[in-house]
């Protein structure tokens, strides 16, 4: 089978809720994949940050191995030999009380709804059905109904209402709107953000903000909670990206990279009088928290420090975004270039005629890209990329953005990079 066939097979037997690049990928390693045909592509999307340990790293192989015949899932209603061990790494290298696992980013983001909720009404005092949490436009944090209900994306809506009540919006990065908000509601339960927004395009909040909102949550005993599922763990060149501004939430939502890609695995981090307030039977997960689970995560965490790939992706991103600025004089596609570490956002013109025909070109060149919301390519490879295979990258995608496309026929054809 060729690429047309998987294509063809997966159109025809599949939900069509996804618009991927006509790539058919088959194996990877490190920053390389390789699809059915044979070609070898750079991934400089990294599968939205889940792979930040790059792709079948060797560690998470062994680890996933060494489990496997031993023991992958026991119910919550016993014990396994495990789940301790990654408690106490996880909060040990994070400086939180606890840990409550979850499996996907969704999950984890409605499990901090939840303990904001519960916490409201059993801390601080909020009436039964009134709590209500504060979050921020051009959002994303899953694809839930109560999540989609609070996003400013309409098709993320279209469709799939009513939804839960109990959210406001207020524009990301206006720290007056936010300081009204709480003046005119006294039932603000939590603040709900992502301290970089990557699905609305690498959104880096102005300077100072997510500090006035730490102090506004101080002053209206509120709960301050980072969605950090794909900002975390190494992707802005801290562990987590709140860290840029000083600060400390009371939740931390993590997930993608806290498996290296091997499994999905996710959850939230808080301190005791946060967690404190989920009984047994209040909240659960069959595989939340199995021994797989628990040995992967410990291991990627692991990977992340021993590697040093957290300073790696400051020296990195910081050099490929003072590169990638440069097309903003020289490409007249480019309106803006953001970035912070390994995360960088570019941003064309709307008459650029969108990000996509921009990433099916690279595509063509060897290098895998993908579009957010229709002009902006978003440039994310994994942690462990070489200088020399970034430097590769870059200069395929200044290559594409500096050609003149409507003196010319089409994008380019040209074939990817074969096996060496």
């Known amino acids: 089978m060729k690429t047309a066939d998987y294509i063809s097979m997966e159109d025809q037997f599949g939900a069509h809720n996804y618009h991927p690049l006509d790539v058919v990928i088959d194996r990877a390693e490190g920053v390389w994949v390789w699809d059915v045909d044979g070609r070898k592509y750079l991934d400089m999307l990294a599968a939205y940050s889940a792979v930040n340990q790059g792709h079948c790293h060797p560690r998470l192989v062994n680890t996933m191995r060494e489990q496997l015949p031993r023991l992958t899932l026991t119910s919550r209603a016993f014990r396994n030999d495990k789940l301790g061990g990654f408690y106490k790494y996880v909060t040990e290298l994070t400086g939180f009380d606890k840990f ?17 909720r519960k916490w409201a009404y059993t801390v601080k005092g909020t009436p039964s059905g009134h709590a209500k949490i504060l979050v921020f436009d051009n959002n994303f944090h899953g694809r839930t109904t109560t999540i989609v209900g609070f996003s400013t994306d309409d098709q993320y809506k279209e469709g799939f209402g009513p939804f839960t009540p109990g959210f406001d919006v207020v524009p990301f990065g206006d720290a007056e709107a936010a300081s009204r908000a709480f003046e005119a509601d006294p039932h603000i339960a939590a603040v709900l953000i992502e301290p970089i927004q990557g699905e609305g395009g690498i959104l880096i909040p102005p300077d100072g903000f997510l500090g006035h909102l730490r102090e506004l949550c101080n002053k209206h005993q509120a ?18 990206a709140y860290e840029h501004d000083g600060i400390r939430p009371d939740i931390v939502i993590v997930g993608k990279a806290l498996s290296g890609g091997f499994y999905p695995v996710s959850g939230i981090l808080a301190d005791d009088p946060v967690m404190g307030v989920f009984r047994p039977g209040d909240h659960g997960s069959t595989y939340g928290g ?13 990977i992340l420090v021993d590697e040093k790939l957290v300073e790696h992706s400051a020296e990195l991103g910081t050099y490929a975004t003072e590169r990638l600025q440069a097309l903003v004089t020289e490409s007249k596609y480019v309106r803006e270039v953001r970035g912070r570490g390994l995360w960088i956002g570019i941003e064309l013109h709307h008459d650029a005629g969108g990000a996509r025909r921009f990433c099916e070109a690279l595509q063509h060149l060897g290098v895998l890209c993908k579009e957010t919301h229709d002009h902006i390519i978003r440039v994310a490879p994994p942690l462990t990329i070489s200088r ?16 003149d496309w409507e003196a010319e026929e089409a994008p380019a054809e040209a074939e990817a990079v074969a096996v060496g």
């Not at 709960?223 to 801290?238: A, F, M, N, P, V």
């Not at 020399?388 to 050609?403: M, N, Q």
């Open 100 to 116: 409550l696992p979850m499996n996907t980013g969704a999950e984890a983001v409605e499990t901090a709804i939840k303990a904001a």
């Open 223 to 240: 709960l301050l909670i980072c969605d950090e599922i794909q900002s975390g763990l190494g992707r802005t060149g801290k562990l987590f």
């Open 290 to 302: 199995n021994p797989v689970a628990a040995v992967i995560a410990t291991e990627a965490l692991s």
């Open 388 to 403: 020399e295979d970034l430097d590769w990258g870059l200069g395929h995608l200044e290559s594409v953005l500096t050609r």
